[in-house]
């Protein structure tokens, strides 16, 4: 089967007038699938040949834009990141709404110390990053969701933060189930109390077991062909074309916000499974200024090790303190080679990897806290980390860190650190006093998929 190769053409530019006239089509990473529309791909999720999916071409976000970011609302840019992507399957007024309500919260860079910002993601309904995507993405499938006859069921495994935002995501979306199965006493309480208080059609899933048993009982319903006649079934994993794409938004923010026009900032990522900072480098590709881009992981140090000697051997995952980041496999990376034709040494131009183990994680957000009186969550601080050391190499670059959720999210981890209480925000404390809902089911597929089947 032929397959363009991305070409980095403007295709799009409203304010120059230039509009390209091609219709996005992405194409599977393993090449063994046809090619879709963003339609398809979202409902899909994963190509059938197993591969992601990737656009056909890189479209140029316009260049005012990208050099002065800070002239434009946060909805324009959004709008205009997407609809290069999106116009053959969702009117402009259409985008418009759906961006406006997935960027209707605050992204604030907070100053740390003189060279170093953080970029505060948690500001949304779940306070972690994935809201963005999540939101983007249910607004999607939900208008996709008209043109199917029966209702479609979202069915999600999640270690921690994707089931809330997820669930947050689709709270009253109608047509719509979200079935999510969450490993028993594996996740944070406020972790679980997200999943518990979603809303009528949300429906969580205790699973006597851990992430991989719930891993392998959705895989298990997406190839039973007998499951998929009677229901449709969709993935919100973070693979997810319309959970991937949105995730730009906010390095433009980060540029709206950044005080030092003339220098851009190194941008410094924690990393599990690669979507974040895939975005990142897909925003840089797409016009937007950042110097250079750092994916900081924890003991998890599979592409670390890859850059340094182009050899990719995925692991079994080691638990960690910043626990959303403990992938030994990392889904999107396939992405990043993909979006750098597979050329190890332009990745390394635009990108470092570092690890840091939870000795060092847990020594420097002490520091941090008491040094700058600012108090970053595991997963920020390991980017923090990450930004520091490079930095230490570069003494004349300032840069940024994505602080990636909410540290009461973490709560308990967190005192123990600081020896001290956090405070529970008004959000979560609202999510007390809502009904909780929740069923308990052994670690097997059969029981899985008759609560599926009941739902029709
Ligand atoms: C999911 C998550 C990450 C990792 O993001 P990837 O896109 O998987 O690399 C980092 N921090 C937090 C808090 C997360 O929830």
């Known amino acids: ?42 409902i899909l999720g994963q190509a059938p040949d197993k591969g992601l999916y990737f656009p056909e071409y890189i479209p140029a976000v316009p260049p005012s834009m990208c050099t002065n970011p800070g002239a434009y609302p946060k909805a324009e840019i959004a709008f205009e990141i997407m609809y290069p ?47 963005v995507g999540a939101r983007f993405m249910s607004r999607c499938l939900a208008k996709f969701g008209q043109y199917i006859d029966s209702r ?23 047509g719509i189930d979200v079935v999510i199965l969450y490993p028993s006493k594996k996740v944070s309480e406020i972790q ?22 719930c891993q392998r009982l959705v895989k298990q319903a997406f190839a039973d062909k007998d499951l998929c006649q009677q229901v449709t079934i969709s993935s919100a994993n973070s693979i997810n074309v319309a959970r991937w794409l ?8 980060a540029l709206q916000q950044w005080p030092i026009i003339e220098m851009p900032p190194v941008i410094s990522v924690p990393s599990g499974n690669f979507g974040n900072i895939c975005a990142g480098l897909l925003a840089k590709k797409s016009g937007l ?53 597979h050329n190890l040494n332009a990745l390394k131009k635009d ?24 108090l970053p969550d595991p997963h920020g601080t390991i980017g923090f980390l990450g930004l520091q050391k490079y930095l230490q190499q570069h003494p ?23 020896d001290q209480d956090i405070e529970i925000p008004e959000q979560v404390q609202n999510l007390f006093k809502l009904p909780q809902r929740k069923t308990r089911i052994a670690p097997e597929y059969d029981i899985l998929k008759s609560l599926l089947l009941e739902m029709r």
């Open 289 to 341: 200024a950042v110097s250079h881009f750092i994916a900081a992981c924890n003991s998890n140090d599979v592409i670390p090790r890859f850059l340094v000697d182009g050899n990719y051997s995925a692991q079994v995952a080691k638990a960690t303190l910043s626990n959303a980041m403990d992938v030994g496999d990392p889904s999107n990376f396939v992405r990043i080679l993909e979006l750098y034709q």
């Open 192 to 213: 679980e109390l997200q999943l518990l208080t979603g809303g009528e059609n949300i429906r969580a899933l205790e699973v006597i077991g851990n992430f991989d048993d």
């Open 246 to 253: 949105p995730q730009q938004f906010y390095y433009f923010f």
């Open 85 to 131: 992507y999106t116009k053959e399957v969702i009117s402009k007024s259409e985008l418009q709404d759906i961006v406006q309500q997935t960027v209707d919260f605050k992204f604030p860079l907070v100053p740390v110390n003189e060279q170093v910002f953080s970029l505060e993601l948690f500001h949304g309904p779940t306070m972690a990053f994935k809201d």
């Open 396 to 418: 004349e670059e300032k840069g940024i860190f994505l602080e990636t959720a909410h540290p009461v999210k973490f709560k308990q981890v967190m005192e123990q650190l600081i």
């Open 1 to 42: 089967m032929p397959y363009l190769r991305y070409k980095n053409s403007p295709c799009w530019c409203s304010h120059c007038g230039t509009q390209l006239n091609f219709k996005m089509k992405f194409y599977s990473t393993n090449k063994q699938a046809p090619l879709v529309d963003f339609r398809e791909a979202t």
């Open 351 to 374: 990108m470092s990897s570092f690890s840091f183990d939870d000795h060092l994680t847990a020594s420097c957000l002490k520091t941090i806290y008491s040094q700058y009186a600012y």
């Open 152 to 174: 479609i069921i979202v069915l999600v495994a999640t270690s921690g933060d994707t089931g809330g935002a997820v669930a947050a995501g689709f709270a009253n979306v109608p």
